[in-house]
């Protein structure tokens, strides 16, 4: 991590001009996790220049604390925002003055390179897909994320964008996947599995089986280890997880809720003797380093892969920490030039090897 504690993905072209639209009013600590994570990752992206879309008389309260960050931002007033539990469906007709809407709209008119938000994820894929639409080639836009593993860390996705996806939907994810990996996390050739019941060629449905004998034919963007089971994922077996939505986001969620059950035998533990204490109080320094290798704030902000802009979603729930580091996915993601390899990518692909059989 950088001095900041910030996690760093890759190596950005910090001299770029890159402005960032803030959802200023998404999220369940809004705006105030905003503007905070917005000066966190100042420290680590100081030309950054930010558009803050909300409620300007809040937004300027806690700017006024923060002054190394006022220079760099400009508000956008709105008094509309959507909540949690609005549907996608009414988002797009009634949100169109909301601070994700006004946000994601920056992008698509060139005022902003990339939009974060913690709010509503079901009304921001919509909103980005109708707004930004997805690129040339791609006919889903997937959420990948960062995965801890043994060996490092690996890409997820979907992790909740489609529920069913047939065999294309999946191999463009392992292609979104694979220059994900390649370009953000620095694998010069990143493994794709796709996340089956088994390992064997002949399991799985109709889907997963055709995209797996359409990767092992063609030239896609990475090395195809085959099938990989859910142990699989812990243990870094491929730098690559492809999977539908409904896998993928139970998957997470299972992880997600696997590590806060763990940590709490932990804390219980050390907690039940005296010894138990002393013991805790000798290992302090190795537990601290445990909690900042799976820390779910280093891997905060599920990126929207496939759309025509850069759209990053934050967790709801996150803290300022959190919230810069998602800010960071998707400075990366533009300083990258993400959107423009996949395209080129595409371009690659489709003359030498058709994406359907």
Do not use: W
């Amino acid at each position: 991590m950088t001095s900041s504690g910030l996690r760093a993905k890759g190596k950005s072209n910090l001299n770029a001009s890159i402005t960032v639209a803030l959802d200023a009013m998404g999220g369940d600590h809004a705006p105030d996790m905003v503007v905070a994570g917005a000066d966190l990752a100042r420290t680590r992206y100081p030309k950054v220049k930010y558009i803050f879309f909300g409620d300007e008389r809040r937004i300027e309260a806690l700017l006024e604390k923060r002054k190394a960050l006022r220079p760099l931002v400009s508000i956008h007033h709105t008094d509309d925002a959507v909540d949690n539990d609005t549907k996608p469906s009414v988002a797009l007709r009634s949100g169109r003055q909301s601070s994700m809407r006004l946000a994601i709209d920056a992008v698509a008119a060139g005022r902003a390179d990339c939009v974060v938000s913690a709010g509503n994820t079901g009304a921001l894929m919509a909103m980005a897909k109708i707004v930004l639409k997805t690129l040339p080639g791609i006919h889903r836009p997937a959420i990948a994320s960062f995965i801890p593993t043994a060996r490092g860390e690996s890409v997820m996705l979907d992790l909740g964008a489609n529920i069913e996806c047939d065999a294309e939907n999946l191999v463009q994810f392992a292609i979104m996947g694979s220059i994900f990996a390649r370009t953000v996390l620095g694998i010069p050739e990143p493994t794709i599995g796709l996340l089956n019941v088994g390992a064997e060629q002949l399991k799985g449905n109709d889907a997963v089986r055709s995209a797996a004998d359409i990767l092992r034919g063609n030239p896609v963007a990475g090395l195809f280890h085959g099938f990989i089971e859910g142990n699989d994922i812990p243990a870094g077996t491929v730098d690559v997880i492809v999977t539908d939505g409904f896998t993928g986001n139970v998957a997470l969620k299972l992880a997600e809720g696997m590590g806060k059950l763990y940590s709490g035998f932990l804390q219980r533990t050390f907690r039940s003797s005296l010894m138990a204490r002393l013991g805790y109080l000798l290992a302090i320094g190795a537990f601290r380093k445990l909690r900042a290798r799976v820390d779910p704030r280093r891997y905060n902000g599920g990126m929207f892969l496939g759309l025509s802009g850069v759209c990053v979603k934050s967790h709801g729930g996150i803290d300022a920490f959190g919230f810069a580091n998602a800010i960071g996915v998707a400075v990366d993601l533009v300083a990258q030039g993400f959107n423009e390899r996949i395209s080129a990518e595409l371009q690659r692909l489709a003359p030498a090897a058709p994406l359907q059989q």
